[in-house]
């Protein structure tokens, strides 16, 4: 009997304590609307599912707002204990080593499983080091796709099933498409200047971004980008906007791109797979079909694998309490479970990140009930990855891809030649790597 | 003229008084300058973990680099502009509110509204009325036979963001000449219109320059103003492009040093910045106030 009730007493104080003493770990992140919901959402089953640790998100904005947030919390000592960082901050963070808890480190210093095999390999190649460790945690990664208005097709006499497979392709199309008035204008690029129009143009025609493998092989990278076959198809994006069949959406994401997609304005949009959601929801009253990126048939034959976008989760240096790292393990090991991500990816649109979650998707019959929404998947995964389509990883990119856009901007006012711009993109890029390469030796 | 003059008798109550002001100026101004002053001739990574001493090379970077030249010549455009602008913009106004005996307390009221529209607000106000694809003005445009797109056009977008700029000042504008109107005697324009001076020449010779301190005051205040304070209105319109045309000196100083995270070269943009101001009101108090009849 008193044996029963010492138990009894023993267990309400733990259950007291534990509850107590709850470790709270503080999450930024720029997941708004739907995704932050959900994003919400997951952190919640996770705190329901467990009562040591308890997530507690908070939205900071867009991706470069967060980070910026993040920086100067941690300059100030008051960084939160996960950060999720665009892939364009990567650069920035890897060399940031004293700032950052490789997430590899955590897991094993916390004694959580951890499997690096299991992620999809293109998505983790980006976020690890040259030895191959995994320095954050993979979290929301996209790809560009594209999609297409199956009804404006069909008006301007085009087989709504067929999807232009190369930009000459698209190209024709697209004037059918303007000369029949089927729509206003052929296609339009998010990232037209950056991420899809030239990160991505240049992996998968397997043409060179910058030296050291994209800078994956260091700080002393130098930007290549500059290469005749991207002038070319700059000066061609040029030729097509004065015949209207491109419109140019904007500096950045293109913030009307989208809008004019869902407007039937732009018969074409290529944009993140992250979109799906978005363009589903707001494609009202025409048929959307979803197809894999073009490829430049003049460059290659054999279009490589598309590079990723999206963002991952940091680790930060620099938190008093250790409880919060073992939380923070404990989470990344919750984030992993098949059945989490696969949620996350098939209501986002953001790729699986692991083999698992993909497997677990295709068993649920998922992509055969929506066709189009492996097409990311399948487009990362094709081929081997070379050098040139592992990814991009340069210091300061924020900063370059603001000059890249200006210098998009001024082909497309006429002012430069597509060379003219990029060789100017690339000197001044070069500059600013240099400094950052200065900075962190 | 005899000035009032107040004798404190403790000699601790004046700085006691003067001390919320000091403080603030201390706190949000002068140390502020101090750390860009430091952070200028420094290198230093994002997270703040390694600087090193750079002496002057952030400066000597900046001379060399043919987009901050390029933003120094879009700031002196755009300065110029705002100024002009929004000063005979609002000096026509108040022109008129004078002449408006009984509803001119209401025409006021109207326009210092918009002074209390937050300049992010503004802006976003002239994106959705210059949107080439579904803005207003375009749309009009297009009857004239213009093709509007600040998208592409550096022109245009440097005359929205001046537009933009220039709207938002005019309320504040607008008040100091009102109240710089009123002070005008009547008495001098009456004179004035009995030799025989018509509404035209009498404003010119007689009211103009009696405005002249006014307008003054108001030149330094607007070209402050367009140097530092519209930082929002271009991240909401154009965000500095097409092609940096309107990447204008403040713009800058926030693109590469808080989305670029490049700390040392934003801080040396934002002490010459700095300078540019502080030898602009140098000048024209040294300079201009000697032509200004007070």
Request: glycine share 8%.
């Amino acid at each position: 009997m008193f044996k029963k009730l010492s138990m009894a007493a023993l267990a309400v104080a733990l259950s007291a304590t534990s509850s107590l003493a709850a470790t709270e770990v503080t999450w930024w992140h720029a997941m708004g609307g739907e995704l932050g919901k959900k994003l919400e959402e997951i952190a919640t089953k996770f705190n329901e599912s467990q009562s040591d640790y308890k997530i507690v998100p908070v939205f900071k904005g867009t991706y470069p707002e967060t980070l910026t947030a993040a920086i100067a919390a941690f300059r100030a000592g008051q960084q939160p204990a996960i950060v999720q960082v665009f892939e364009v901050g990567t650069g920035t963070m890897m060399a940031a080593k004293g700032a950052v808890y490789p997430v590899y480190k955590l897991m094993a210093d916390n004694k959580e499983p951890w499997d690096p095999k299991g992620f999809l390999a293109p998505v983790v190649g980006y976020y690890s080091d040259a030895q191959g460790n995994i320095l954050s945690m993979p979290f929301n990664s996209s790809t560009p796709i594209m999609y297409y208005n199956k009804d404006v097709f069909q008006k301007a006499g085009l087989d709504p099933e067929v999807a232009p497979k190369t930009w000459a392709e698209l190209a024709a199309a697209g004037k059918k498409i303007v000369d029949s008035g089927a729509a206003q204008c052929g296609f339009t690029l998010s990232y037209a200047a950056t991420w899809v129009g030239l990160e991505n143009y240049s992996a998968i025609q397997n043409l060179p971004f910058g030296t050291l493998q994209n800078g994956f092989g260091g700080l002393k990278t130098e930007f290549k980008f500059n290469g005749k076959e991207q002038a070319a198809f700059w000066d061609n994006l040029k030729k097509l906007q004065d015949a209207k069949v491109f419109k140019y959406g904007g500096p950045g994401g293109g913030a009307e791109t989208a809008p004019s997609f869902y407007s039937q304005q732009c018969a074409v949009y290529m944009g993140s797979s992250a979109s799906r959601a978005g363009v589903i929801n707001n494609a009202k009253g025409f048929k959307v079909g979803f197809a894999p990126m073009p490829y430049d048939d003049t460059v290659t034959k054999d279009p490589k694998n598309s590079i990723i976008g999206g963002a991952t989760l940091w680790v930060l240096n620099g938190q008093k309490n250790a409880e919060v790292y073992k939380g923070v393990a404990k989470f990344f090991t919750y984030l992993s479970k098949p059945e989490v991500q696969a949620d996350w990816h098939q209501f986002t649109g953001y790729l699986p990140i692991t083999n698992a979650s993909y497997e677990f998707g295709q068993k649920q019959g998922y992509y055969e009930k929506n066709p189009g929404s492996d097409i990311a998947i399948k487009q990362i995964m094709r081929g081997t990855p070379s050098d040139n389509s592992k990814g991009v990883r340069f210091g300061n990119l924020t900063q370059i891809r603001d000059l890249i856009d200006q210098q998009f901007e001024s082909v497309l006012s006429g002012k430069k030649t597509g060379q003219q711009a990029l060789d100017d993109a690339a000197k001044a890029g070069n500059a600013i790597l240099r400094e950052f390469e200065a900075a962190n030796n | 003229m005899q000035t009032k003059r107040t004798v404190f008798q403790s000699r601790v109550l004046p700085y006691f008084l003067l001390a919320p002001q000091l403080i603030i100026t201390l706190i949000f101004f002068v140390w502020p300058a101090a750390q860009a002053i430091r952070q200028s001739f420094l290198r230093q990574d994002p997270f703040g973990l390694k600087e090193t001493f750079v002496w002057f090379a952030n400066y000597t970077r900046l001379l060399d680099d043919p987009d901050y030249l390029n933003a120094l010549g879009a700031t002196f455009v755009f300065s110029v502009g705002v100024t002009v602008l929004s000063m005979s913009l609002s000096l026509m106004f108040a022109v008129c509110v004078n002449r408006v005996l009984r509803s001119g307390r209401f025409y006021t009221t109207l326009l210092v509204w918009p002074y209390a529209v937050a300049p992010a607000a503004a802006g976003l106000l002239w994106w959705f009325m210059f949107n080439p694809s579904i803005g207003i003005i375009p749309y009009l445009l297009t009857f004239v036979g213009y093709e509007w797109n600040h998208r592409l056009h550096t022109g245009d977008a440097m005359v929205l963001i001046i537009i933009a700029a220039a709207w938002k000042q005019i309320s504040y504008n607008f008040l100091f000449f009102v109240a710089g109107l009123q002070s005008v005697p009547q008495s001098l324009t009456e004179a004035a219109a009995i030799d025989g001076a018509g509404p035209f020449k009498r404003f010119w010779t007689v009211v103009f320059p009696l405005l002249s301190p006014t307008t003054f005051f108001l030149a330094v205040i607007n070209i402050t103003y367009a140097m530092f304070d519209t930082f929002g209105i271009v991240d909401a319109t154009t965000s500095g492009g097409p092609s940096q045309s309107t990447n204008i000196l403040v713009y800058k100083v926030y693109a590469d040093g808080f989305i670029g995270l490049n700390l040392g070269p934003s801080a040396a943009q934002s002490v010459i910045l700095m300078l540019i101001v502080v030898v602009l009101t140098v000048v024209q108090f040294r300079w201009i106030e000697r032509k200004v009849q007070y």
